[in-house]
């Protein structure tokens, strides 16, 4: 699967604004793991339609 329009301009978004960290992307779902400095969002997946969710640490679960 191929990465998204969306998704890219999300991720130089980030990036510009040097606020991109580790990316990793998932060929097999189209996800890209991100992690930025945020407190929200440490570390998130960066779904298909370009929403941003958190990944929540397993002591929140």
């Known amino acids: 699967m191929e990465p ?3 998704q ?3 991720l130089n978004a980030l990036d510009t604004l ?3 960290g580790y ?3 998932d ?3 189209g996800t890209w793991y991100i992690e930025t400095p ?3 969002l440490p ?3 960066l779904l298909q339609n370009g929403e941003i969710v958190p990944i929540e640490p ?3 679960l």
């Open 4 to 6: 998204t329009e969306e």
């Open 8 to 10: 890219y301009l999300i």
């Open 18 to 20: 040097d606020l991109l």
């Open 23 to 25: 990316t990793f992307y």
């Open 27 to 29: 060929i097999e779902t």
């Open 38 to 40: 945020s407190p929200v």
């Open 43 to 45: 570390i998130s997946r």
């Open 58 to 60: 397993e002591s929140e």
